[in-house]
T-cell receptor, first 111, second 114 residues
C-alpha cells in the first residue's frame, strides 16, 4: 500500500523552462513533507521541505506547494538547468515517525 | 563536520554468506534509518532506530535481517544467509532527535550476491 505516490516515472523539460514534479499522499497523519534529489550511484540529497502548517516554501529556484485538502504536493524548479537532471523523491512523515518515500520521478533537462 | 558514512561502498557475497553493512550517523544525530533500493524502484523503508532502541522495524523482512544501533559505534544492518534477491543498494540516513526535520543520507552500500 503506497502511502506516497509519484505517478510520473519520468519527465522531460527544456532547459530554462519550469519543471513541475507532483506527489500525492494518502495518510492524513503526515505533517511534514520533503523532496530529495538523487544522482546515480550517490545517496539522496535533501532539497526542500514543508510543514503542514504552510502551503508554500521557497528556496532559490525550488518551491514546494502543499494542498492538504487534495493531499497533493508539487516541486517547482525554475529555471531548469542541466544539473537538475536526476531522480527526485517525494517523502512524508508523521510526527516522530519514519520517513516514507515515493518511487521517484526521473527528470531530464533537455538542451 | 563529516556527513553520514556508510561502509563498505560495495560488497560482494556468495549465496548463504552473511552481509554486514555499517552506518556512522552525522555528529549529534541520534536517529538512524535504513532503506533499500532495488533496481528501478524507490527507497523502501526498512527500519528506524535510535541509540540502543528499535523504533520501527515494520519494513524489515521477518527472517535473516536484523539491525542495531549500539550506544557506542555505528549502526549495523545484518543480512544472514544472503540470497540473490538481496542484491540492492542499501542507504542509511540520520537525523537529530527533533520532530519534523530532514534526514541526511550516506552514499549507500551496493550489495551484490553471486
Amino acid at each position: 500500500d503506497q502511502q506516497v505516490k509519484q505517478n510520473s516515472p519520468s519527465l522531460s523539460v527544456q532547459e530554462g523552462r519550469i519543471s513541475i514534479l507532483n506527489c500525492d499522499y494518502t495518510n492524513s497523519m503526515f505533517d511534514y513533507f520533503l523532496w530529495y534529489k538523487k544522482y546515480p550511484a550517490e545517496g539522496p540529497t535533501f532539497l526542500i521541505s514543508i510543514s503542514s502548517i504552510k502551503d508554500k516554501n521557497e528556496d532559490g529556484r525550488f518551491t514546494v506547494f502543499l494542498n492538504k485538502s487534495a493531499k497533493h504536493l508539487s516541486l517547482h524548479i525554475v529555471p531548469s538547468q542541466p544539473g537538475d537532471s536526476a531522480v527526485y523523491f517525494c517523502a512524508a512523515s508523521a510526527r516522530d515517525d519514519k520517513i516514507i518515500f515515493g518511487k521517484g520521478t526521473r527528470l531530464h533537462i533537455l538542451p | 563536520n563529516a556527513g553520514v558514512m556508510q561502509n563498505p561502498r560495495h560488497l560482494v557475497r556468495r549465496r548463504g554468506q552473511e552481509a554486514r553493512l555499517r552506518c556512522s550517523p552525522m555528529k549529534g544525530h541520534s536517529h538512524v534509518y535504513w532503506y533499500r533500493q532495488l533496481p528501478e524502484e524507490g527507497l523502501k523503508f526498512m527500519v528506524y532506530l535510535q541509540k540502543e532502541n528499535i523504533i520501527d522495524e515494520s519494513g524489515m523482512p521477518k527472517e535473516r535481517f536484523s539491525a542495531e544501533f549500539p550506544k557506542e559505534g555505528p549502526s549495523i544492518l545484518r543480512i544472514q544467509q544472503v540470497v540473490r534477491g538481496d542484491s540492492a543498494a542499501y542507504f542509511c540516513a540520520s537525523s537529530p532527535q527533533v520532530p519534523n526535520t530532514e534526514a541526511f543520507f550516506g552514499q549507500g552500500t551496493r550489495l551484490t550476491v553471486v
